[in-house]
Each structure stands twice: as structure tokens, then as C-alpha cells.
């Protein structure tokens, strides 16, 4: 069974950076993609990063170039560094994993962690 932790939201002023980390604990299944997904109060919620297993990454158009995901293998670990941070970026941020059973692919959430940016 997998479970996802996140850590590292909290308040910060337009223009800040701030650091995301989310750690896999897996004993049963292989992991495959990670990334991070936010979704602020009365939207979707929506793509901010994604790695894959090759390295490949995907960003959401309103993050390029300010936010940058990374990820420790050994340490089940996927990170989000978050800068020149806008109100905009004001969201719960949740942490997903995408996870093979040995019969299908499953994504597998977090439970989320606020970030809010705010002057």
C-alpha cells in the first residue's frame, strides 16, 4: 500500500520562494510518475509538475520557468521548488504518484498542503 505525504506549504509574500517535498511510502507496488497538482477554491484541480522515471517533466503554462520539480529515487521523494511565488499561486497543493500493481496503472494522492501567498 502507498501512502503520500507532503510538506513545506505555508504563507509567503508575492515575489518568495518556497520548497515542496512529498515522500512515497511503498512497500507493495512500483512507482512510476510523481508530480504535483493544485487547486485553488472553486476550480479544478489542476497540473503543476509531473517527472517521470526517464526524467521527463511536463509543467503547467502558468508555472514555467518559476517552479521546478525534482526527485530522489532512492528516497521515494518528489520535490517542488516554487519561485517569484504570485497570489496566484494561492492553492492546496497536492502530491500524486502514479503506481503499477502488477496488473494496472493507479494514481495515488496526498492529502494536500496550503499554500498561500498573500501581501
Given at each position: 500500500?502507498?501512502q503520500?505525504v507532503?510538506s513545506?506549504?505555508?504563507?509567503?509574500?508575492?515575489?518568495?520562494?518556497?520548497?515542496?517535498?512529498?515522500?512515497?511510502?511503498e512497500?507493495?507496488?512500483?512507482?512510476?510518475?510523481?508530480?504535483?497538482?493544485?487547486?485553488?477554491?472553486?476550480?479544478?484541480?489542476d497540473?503543476?509538475?509531473?517527472?517521470?522515471?526517464?526524467?521527463?517533466?511536463?509543467?503547467?503554462?502558468?508555472?514555467?520557468g518559476?517552479?521546478?520539480?525534482?526527485?530522489d529515487?532512492a528516497k521515494?521523494?518528489v520535490?517542488?521548488?516554487?519561485?517569484?511565488?504570485?497570489?496566484?499561486?494561492?492553492?492546496?497543493?497536492?502530491?500524486e504518484?502514479?503506481?503499477y500493481?502488477?496488473?494496472?496503472?493507479l494514481d495515488?494522492?496526498?492529502?494536500?498542503?496550503?499554500?498561500?501567498?498573500s501581501?
Open positions: 500500500q502507498v503520500l507532503e513545506g506549504g505555508g504563507l509567503v509574500q508575492p515575489g518568495e520562494s518556497l520548497r515542496l517535498s512529498c515522500a512515497a511510502s512497500t507493495t507496488f512500483s512507482l512510476y510518475a510523481m508530480g504535483w497538482y493544485r487547486q485553488a477554491p472553486g476550480n479544478q484541480r497540473l503543476v509538475a509531473t517527472m517521470n522515471t526517464a526524467g521527463s517533466t511536463t509543467y503547467g503554462d502558468s508555472v514555467k518559476r517552479f521546478t520539480i525534482s526527485r529515487y521515494n521523494t520535490y517542488l521548488q516554487m519561485n517569484s511565488l504570485k497570489p496566484e499561486d494561492t492553492a492546496v497543493y497536492y502530491c504518484a502514479q503506481i500493481t502488477g496488473t494496472e496503472y495515488a494522492w496526498g492529502q494536500g498542503t496550503l499554500v498561500t501567498v501581501s
